[in-house]
């Protein structure tokens, strides 16, 4: 368990001329709070509150048991916000977690959140480029973690989270939250059975006709209130630009990867869930910036991709601006089985009959009965309690998994080149591109901590 010293060495070259933080004690990491017992209070702290960290707050308030104590975001604006919507929240206590804004503390940095010793579990909703950063520190300083998915923004940082989780051992959610909806979980089931026969090809898709990217505009000064140094963080210094900036960060390739990561660590998850797949052999893929060419991206807002696995194809689609996608769905996972195809949503899912099989097989819509990212909460919190990573449904472990499966298909595309994967060594065969892609390439005197 390392020491104080060591953590505040690498947090101190975060940041150069940057703040340092401040004694934690005396106290080993770590050591805060060894056992949660099944009946006590859990203190919770979100850093990162403009987008899914407020709806991973919501859902946690509602776990009994669950106090509120902290928040803090780079952005004085969505602090004032968020703290303004607490004032409005009644006090409560028993049913749900307990809420009193008065008590609540604010912070602009998270590494002076690490220093309140009475938080126990923190939620990091903050940008993909943050995300391994802040989960690594976070379990140095004795805080259990959910983080928002995809868990890591490169192949590199995925690998160090899940050895930081190790090595801390705290417990640590990715935010997946449909791996713990019931729905998604039967269809998976069924799979199981064999009843839709050899399954060939799976095809995952991902229309979004909501979503498009910011517009084309001059850089500027940001915002009054907003830490800008500190939102880059990590990534590459360069002007602030407001069509890079929040919702919008999620189309460049220093803070995230397009709808690959942002959609596909859900959807995708549960094609190779489905299959019981590792990793592939191979990836290609192609896109561009078909349907807004004349906005602000890097991502493509539209793009395929052909993983190659041992015993079947996967397919990922996805299309900014077009809401009708297959089966008249906007998003989905079809397993394409002899006897019939199973095709699964956040809606529900159907097993469509073959009509040329001999053993058909035809289930009627099964419709979702319960709310994935509460019982995703009630996971976590019972997991805290239980001290069991293994009680988890989506440990770190299962995020950094898929977000690896999907930042290949990212890699294949901005090579332009069809990549193969070397299971055993964990690299591509192509040794450039282990160096440009695999690895995290920090800025500005960060440093991504060795584990």
Not at 342 to 362: H, Q
Not at 403 to 423: E, H, M, P, Y
Request: contains cysteine; proline residues 4%.
């Amino acid at each position: 368990m390392p020491d104080r010293r060591r953590f505040l060495q690498s947090t101190s070259t975060l940041i150069a001329g940057g703040a340092v933080l401040s004694s934690f004690g005396k106290q080993p990491f770590g050591i805060f709070k060894n056992k949660i017992l099944p009946g006590e209070q859990i203190n919770i702290a979100a850093i990162g509150i403009n987008g899914m960290g407020w709806s991973d707050l919501t859902a946690a308030l509602k776990v009994p048991g669950v106090n509120l104590v902290a928040l803090c975001d780079v952005d004085k604006n969505v602090l004032d916000k968020r703290m303004t919507e607490l004032s409005k929240m009644p006090a409560r206590t028993g049913t749900d977690g307990n809420v009193d804004a008065s008590k609540v503390k604010t912070y602009g940095d998270y590494r002076k959140l690490l220093e309140q010793k009475d938080i126990d579990a923190v939620i990091i909703g903050t940008p993909d480029h943050w995300h391994a950063l802040i989960m690594m520190h976070a379990c140095e300083a004795g805080k259990h973690v959910y983080v928002e998915k995809p868990v890591g923004n490169s192949i590199e940082e995925c690998r160090a989270m899940v050895a930081a989780q190790k090595r801390y051992n705290k417990i640590v959610q990715a935010g997946q939250w449909q791996r713990s909806q019931q729905h998604f979980r039967d269809a998976v089931d069924f799979i199981k059975t064999g009843q839709l026969g050899n399954i060939r090809t799976v095809k995952v898709w991902c229309y979004q006709g909501w979503m498009k990217p910011g517009p084309k505009v001059p850089d500027s000064d940001p915002p009054a209130g907003v830490d800008y140094k500190m939102w880059l963080g990590p990534a590459q210094l360069k002007k602030f630009n407001s069509s890079r900036f929040h919702f919008n960060f999620r189309w460049f390739w220093d803070y995230a990867g397009g709808l690959m990561t942002d959609w596909g660590v859900h959807l995708m998850d549960y094609a190779v869930f489905g299959m019981n797949a590792d990793v592939p052999k191979s990836v290609s893929a192609l896109g561009g910036p078909f349907a807004y060419p004349e906005l602000y991206q890097e991502a493509p807002d539209t793009m395929g991709a052909l993983y190659e696995f041992d015993k079947f194809n996967l397919i990922w689609d996805h299309a900014m601006g077009i809401d009708n996608g297959l089966f008249g769905k906007d998003h989905g996972i079809a397993f394409i089985g002899n006897n019939g195809t199973l095709e699964l949503d956040r809606g529900g899912w159907e097993v469509i009959e073959e009509r040329g099989s001999k053993n058909k097989v035809k289930v009627e819509r099964k419709k979702p009965t319960d709310n994935g990212l509460d019982k995703h909460w009630q996971n976590f919190i019972a997991a805290i309690k239980s001290g069991k990573q293994e009680d988890l449904n989506c440990p770190i472990s299962t995020g950094a998994h898929i977000a690896t499966v999907c930042q290949l298909g990212n890699i294949a595309f901005r090579s332009q080149q069809k990549i193969t994967w070397d299971k055993v060594n964990q690299k591509f065969s192509d040794q450039g591109l282990n160096e440009k892609y695999l690895k995290a390439h920090y800025h500005n005197g960060y440093v991504l901590p060795k584990i």
